[in-house]
């Protein structure tokens, strides 16, 4: 099980993403994907 600071860091992602309208897991993790392989074409 996670725990500890990852756990407060994906608490905080899902948090941010809840309030921003997006409740679904798999979009969150859609989401997340593209920011990750934008940031890698920085």
Same mark, same amino acid.
């Given at each position: &099980?996670?725990?500890?600071?990852? *756990? !407060? *860091? $994906?608490? *905080? $992602?899902?948090?941010? &993403?809840? /309030? @921003?309208?997006? /409740?679904?897991?798999? !979009?969150? #993790?859609?989401? =997340?994907?593209?920011? =990750?392989? #934008?940031? @890698? =074409?920085?």
């Amino acid at each position: &099980m996670i725990t500890g600071e990852i *756990r !407060s *860091r $994906i608490d *905080r $992602i899902w948090d941010t &993403m809840w /309030s @921003g309208g997006i /409740s679904n897991p798999l !979009s969150v #993790i859609e989401q =997340l994907t593209y920011l =990750l392989f #934008i940031k @890698g =074409l920085d």
